[in-house]
């Protein structure tokens, strides 16, 4: 803009008619009353669309904590739950492409649809609880003490009285009659991506337009902070519902410890979705500009970074113009060397985004905890590595007005900064030895004897045990997969608790505890956890610069299309692949499989620790050098000047005075667009 305009004088009204209520005022259609204007300010807004991220992140964080019921009830490998996590991102990226534009106009509306859709696609996969089936203890009523075989066999201990397979009858084959419903779990991730689409890439561009560059700082991460810790509390919520029945109402017998317990998966998903709901419709009240945006556009006009008649033609655009355009927008976009920098950068950092849905499991298998010890550790550190960086963030955005290159350049930093910390991972609990996988039974009865090992040997033969659940029991520094290939007779109570097992034939005690051996390596565990939560402290800390450089690293009418092609690349390169990655590095080194009555592999039981966890932190270090590496890349070719050149902003002011000169010979132009006209 020329050095000689008075930005005192400069009007907004070209850019939207304060007379036009549906453009300033909250409210639906016709319906825009006065009384909602005490909340039509960007705090509330902000409030409103935080919480509402909190709670659809809750909706999609809740997959990971459940994911290991999801796999023993639904008999699913690794594999089959990656795809269920990449079909998520496919739709994603088809929504990505389609919507970018046409977010830009009507960005709250689009963002409440988004939500609503989330709801639908949460509410589908849940509603599989009413229609599969779950596994029932077998009650012989024709043997001498029914009570005693049901309770011994609800506990999976040899019972040498039946020739069937230990404690399960026809039901055993449940799972694979509930895989049917597999299917309901993609589709319900297909229209999750879909729905995610619009509040990813029209929420932060609405922000951008209501906060200046240093509230928008500190705005976004508070977003940020809001919206993330919905993940670790995802977490611990879904830690305490796995600690109730699956139906509510446990089958006689079946208790917390039983081999039949199946924890209340699907409350999770369906209490986040009631909450979406509501505030679906509340988001889109929200008018397409808010009077706050009027001072915002003039810091921005001042700045350079837009004009007058670039923010009319964004808001003024028809449907027919928008798809007009959607083609050039992206070639627009796409010629940025910089901004294809960071998006490349961005995949490699999504790429490692997928093994986030295997940490409860990866963290189960290298510590030894059960469900509700892994919700609610990784919870608690996550709220304190998400909380720190993003608060630290946000404050370093307040403290003063950055160039968008050197923002760059300090998550660059950061990221670099976090990488090492990441091999806290590499820290865990020495791998357990299992009977019958690294040693065999005649070995450990008679060390003279040197055999193969399987599962399966003469000690419990007869006990007809399979590998349909797993419950591990310890003797010693020897873990056996199940009570049953212990070849364990009886099972000792204590206030409905199993304490121990005795008469076994495959031990060397002849005796044998609940739980795998080794117990807890506590320290190891918190040090571990330590290491990685600074890691992602640092990584957080850089988000709110980072949101700033993609809203600035191209012009004000192409930041819903740079988001778009953001979302749909990262998708499609990172997040779609990486679960698939990930759920094949597990799935190569699994051990001991599942196998159902009919044959089938389900999923798999024991893991080889030592070569996944090598294997795991080779592809994620080898991906994090790669981010930095672009990283680096884009802040080196970013350009000095503003995003918008003073040419190009120079030339559009002048065909806008052009035009407005024109409309007033007319005599079309009212008279406060010729006072403006006159300004400029």
Not at 365 to 390: A, C, E, H
């Amino acid at each position: 803009m020329p050095d000689g305009t008075d930005y005192k004088k400069l009007d907004t009204h070209d850019s939207w008619d304060d007379t036009d209520r549906k453009i300033t005022q909250m409210g639906y259609l016709g319906w825009r009353p006065r009384f909602l204007e005490c909340l039509n300010k960007p705090a509330i807004f902000t409030t409103v669309f935080a919480i509402s991220n909190f709670f659809m992140v809750m909706s999609y964080g809740i997959l990971s904590m459940i994911l290991p019921t999801l796999e023993s009830v639904f008999n699913l490998n690794s594999k089959q739950t990656g795809v269920i996590l990449m079909a998520n991102d496919i739709s994603g990226t088809v929504a990505a492409l389609v919507i970018a534009n046409y977010c830009s106009a009507r960005k709250t509306r689009w963002i409440g649809m988004g939500m609503f859709i989330v709801v639908i696609a949460t509410i589908i996969p849940a509603s599989t609880t009413l229609f599969a089936e779950y596994p029932q203890p077998r009650n012989h009523t024709g043997a001498t003490n029914p009570t005693l075989t049901l309770e011994k066999e609800s506990y999976g201990v040899c019972n040498e009285t039946n020739g069937s397979e230990n404690g399960v009858d026809e039901s055993e084959g449940y799972a694979v009659r509930n895989h049917k419903y597999y299917w309901m779990f993609v589709f319900g991730a297909l229209l999750q991506g879909f729905g995610a689409a619009p509040p990813g890439i029209a929420g932060a561009t609405y922000m951008d337009e209501i906060f200046t560059q240093k509230q928008f700082g500190i705005a976004i991460s508070l977003l940020y902070v809001v919206s993330f810790i919905g993940y670790p509390v995802s977490m611990l919520t879904g830690a305490v519902f796995l600690q109730y029945y699956v139906t509510l109402d446990p089958p006689e017998g079946v208790t917390f410890q039983s081999k039949e317990w199946v924890g209340a998966w699907w409350m999770g998903m369906f209490f986040p979705a009631i909450a979406v709901f509501i505030l679906s419709f509340f988001v889109m009240l929200y008018p397409r500009q808010m009077p706050a945006a009027k001072k915002v556009l003039k810091d921005k006009i001042r700045r350079g970074i837009t004009t007058v008649l670039e923010k009319k033609e964004e808001l003024g655009r028809s449907l027919k113009e928008i798809t007009v355009d959607m083609i050039p927008a992206f070639k627009r976009v796409m010629k940025n060397k910089a901004l294809s920098c960071l998006i490349v950068g961005d995949i490699f950092l999504f790429l490692q985004v997928g093994a986030y849905s295997f940490y409860p499991k990866i963290y189960a298998l290298i510590f030894r905890l059960d469900s509700k010890q892994v919700g609610s550790i990784l919870g608690i550190t996550n709220i304190v590595g998400f909380g720190v960086g993003l608060i630290a963030g946000g404050l370093f955005m307040r403290w003063k007005e950055w160039h968008p290159k050197r923002l760059q350049l300090i998550y660059s930093i950061l990221t670099l900064a976090a990488t090492p910390f990441a091999l806290g991972m590499l820290l865990y609990c020495p791998a357990n030895t299992y009977a019958g996988v690294d040693i065999s039974y005649s070995e450990i009865l008679d060390s003279s004897q040197m055999r193969d090992p399987t599962l399966i040997g003469e000690c419990n033969a007869d006990c007809a045990c399979t590998t349909a659940f797993y419950q591990p029991v310890c003797d010693g520094n020897l873990t056996y997969f199940s009570p049953c290939h212990a070849g364990c007779m009886d099972v000792e109570l204590y206030d409905e608790k199993v304490t121990s097992y005795s008469n076994c034939t495959c031990t060397e005690s002849r005796a044998a505890k609940p739980g795998n051996c080794g117990g807890e390596c506590t320290s190891t565990l918190w040090l571990s956890l330590a290491i990685t939560t600074v890691s992602t402290a640092i990584t957080f800390a850089g988000f709110a610069p980072h949101s700033v450089v993609y809203q600035r690293i191209v012009s004000e009418t192409d930041r819903t299309t740079a988001q778009g092609l953001r979302q749909c690349l990262t998708r499609i390169l990172g997040t779609l692949p990486s679960p698939i990655i990930f759920g094949y590095i597990l799935d190569s080194n699994c051990i001991v499989w599942r196998t159902n009555s009919n044959g089938d592999q389900g999923n798999c039981w024991i893991y080889d620790v030592d070569k996944f966890m090598t294997w795991f932190m080779v592809v994620q270090i080898i991906l994090r050098i790669m981010t930095v590496i672009f990283y680096f890349l884009c802040w080196w070719l970013f350009p000095e000047n503003c995003v918008v050149p003073e040419e190009k902003n120079q030339m559009k002011l002048s065909k806008f005075v052009n035009e407005n000169d024109s409309k007033k010979e007319n005599g079309g132009e009212d008279s406060d667009s010729a006072k403006n006209s006159a300004n400029l």
